[in-house]
Structure formats: C-alpha cells, structure tokens
C-alpha cells in the first residue's frame, strides 16, 4: 500500500497562509457550512451576458496540493472569448502572488460581475483524496487531478458553454496532459497545458483565485466530524504543509495512538504514516481461522452425503424436532442473538 506526499510540497506556494487568520470580510458561497465529508462542486449560472452559441475562453488551476490538511480544490473560471480583454484588465494574478486581502477582493469582483464571468469549482475532501490514493490498484495525486480537470470542463459544456479556448495550469507533464486533454474534447479547438499558468494567462489567474479563497475558507470554518473535537482540537494548523514545523507540531498533538487523526488530515501522506509508526499504538486484528476444515458446499443441500454432520454444525435450517443451531462464527465469539429491540 502506498502513501504519497507531493515532491513539490516544498514550494512556497501557500505559505504566507496561516489557516487561524481572522475570517474573510466576505464568505465565499463556494465554501461549506457542515463536515466535509464528500468532495461536492459548486457552480455560478451562467453569465448573464452571455448569447447562444458564443464563443467562451476558459482557464483551470487548483489549491492546496501538496499540504497534508484540509481539500483540494480546482477551480474554472470562464467568460466570452471576445471580453477576454476586459478580464485581464479587472486585474487578476496567480493567486500566490497575492495576500489575503487581495485575493478576497478579487473573488468580490468576480461575483460582482455575473454579466461577464462564470466559475465553478471542485472540493475535493481529505477523506476522498486519501481513499482514491490508497486504492489497490494505482491512482495517484496527478491521475486524480487529471479527472477532475476533466469532470469540470465536461460540466461546463454540458451546461451549454460554448468552450473555443481552455488554459490549464499543468500537473505533470505538460504536452501529455494537453494531448490527453486535445483527445478528450475534440470540439475545442484551442487547448494549452503550460507551467506557471496561472501567471501567463489572466482566466487561469480568475480561476486561482476561485480556488484559493475557497479553501482557505473551508479550512478556517472546518467544522469537525467527530464527536466533540470542534471544542478540544486547536485550529493553529499552520500553513497545512508538511515542512511547516507549525503542523507537524498540530500534527503530534491532535493524533490518537490508536484511531489516528479527524477527518481533516490527508491519512495518506507520509507525514501521517510516519508518526502513526512512530507514536501510535499497535493494534491487533484477528484472522480469521482458516485452519478448520470446511464442508463442501453440496453439503448444504444433500442430507445423505457424508458430511451430513458438518452441515448440521453450519446450516441454520429450522426443522420442527429441533431450534435453529447458532452459526459457527457465533459460537466461535460467544455471541448471542439480539430478540429484543
């Protein structure tokens, strides 16, 4: 079973952002009000400006992969291929240029300009990302990225967006991804995959920004799952990434020797599984015994057969000389049958 941790979680890509700030001036409606639980998408209308048919550019960029906390979150914006311009000069940049502040006023101005932009993004929940990385067969952090990318565009045009120009910030190599991307919509003529997009192309940028303040938003109002942790559990994660001595610090505190961490924490970096190695409790779980011969299965239904004693022991049939007898497993742990409710 593998466990992963980004290479490239070394970068500083969201470090000025320490998850206690004091709240945004305004809660993004892409953010969450209960545990999160499941990934969910959340997606503006479309543009009021915008006509049947018209040509649209589009822009893909994500937050929040490499740290150990909290979602990950990708995020499209959009808007008419011939405003592209106007965009641009709304002033957008790589959300990681930019302080919190900032970054709050640009989603302001995004949501102020329903006329012109559209945007959706992706959360995707530490439970979810640590369940598709720990699959038996592999699906990494890139492969998981790739799909989402691809289920935010499929929804885009099936809601009627006449996509002519997609710019995406790159996760792995970029002209596979774009090749990848190129032959799975082929009605979209202009696709590019490119690193740094986020500071090449000004959708990208408005698209960074939807995803930044959304998870910074989610972390911030985590709410707990479990059972009375929002009153015992610090929220001074620090930046979320593993070199961050703040989290790992968070890290050692909040984790149970024996049922690990909240749902807040990304269980499959290695981060994790080192101190659950180091400072958790080992824990024993009983196998099965194979050791015991089992009846064959005809015997079951043929009461002549020679292992008619056998099945005697396993079968719960009821007859009326005789109560039914308790499965096996029951007798093996001493359990008893629950009558009463």
């Known amino acids: 079973m593998e466990f992963e941790e980004e290479s490239n979680s070394l970068e500083v890509e969201e470090e000025e952002t320490q998850l206690g700030l004091p709240e945004s001036a305004t809660r993004p409606p892409s953010g969450t009000k209960t545990s999160l639980l499941k990934s969910y998408t959340y997606a503006t209308s479309l543009p ?23 979602p990950m979150v990708y995020g499209i914006c959009y808007c008419p291929l011939s405003e592209k311009d106007e965009l641009a000069d709304l002033g957008f940049a790589d959300s990681k240029t930019l302080n919190e502040q900032e970054r709050d006023g640009l989603l302001d101005v995004i949501m102020s300009r329903q006329d012109l932009i559209g945007w959706s993004v992706r959360v995707l929940s530490p439970m979810d990302i640590s369940n598709s990385m720990l699959r038996r067969t592999k699906y990494n952090l890139n492969a998981l990225a790739h799909d989402t990318t691809i289920q935010l565009i499929r929804e885009t045009l099936a809601a009627g967006v006449n996509l002519k120009e997609v710019y995406v910030d790159t996760v792995g190599p970029p002209e596979s991804y774009q090749r990848k991307l190129e032959g799975l919509f082929p009605t979209i ?49 620090g930046s979320g990434y593993p070199s961050d001595p703040k989290t790992v610090a968070w890290l050692k505190k909040n984790m149970d020797p024996i049922f690990g961490y909240p749902n807040i924490v990304r269980f499959s970096w290695a981060t994790c599984k080192t101190l659950l190695e180091t400072s958790g409790k080992p824990v024993s779980w009983p196998d099965d015994d194979t050791s015991r011969e089992q009846p064959r299965i005809t015997a079951l239904f043929d009461g002549s057969s020679s292992d008619d004693k056998k099945m005697k022991q396993y079968s ?26």
Request: aromatic letters at 6%.
């Open 48 to 70: 009021t400006s915008l006509e049947p048919d018209q040509e649209c550019i589009l822009g893909v960029d994500e937050a929040g992969r490499g740290p150990v906390l909290g």
């Open 189 to 237: 003529p202009t696709i590019v995959v490119a690193k740094k997009a986020d500071s090449k192309y000004p959708i990208v940028s408005a698209a960074s920004i939807c995803a930044k303040v959304t998870r910074d938003d989610v972390l911030r109002h985590w709410i707990f799952a479990e059972k009375g942790a929002d009153d015992t559990v610090s929220r001074e994660f």
């Open 316 to 341: 719960t049939y009821v007859c009326k000389g005789a109560p039914r007898p308790k499965p096996q497993l029951m007798q093996d742990m001493a359990l008893r049958s629950v009558t009463d409710f």
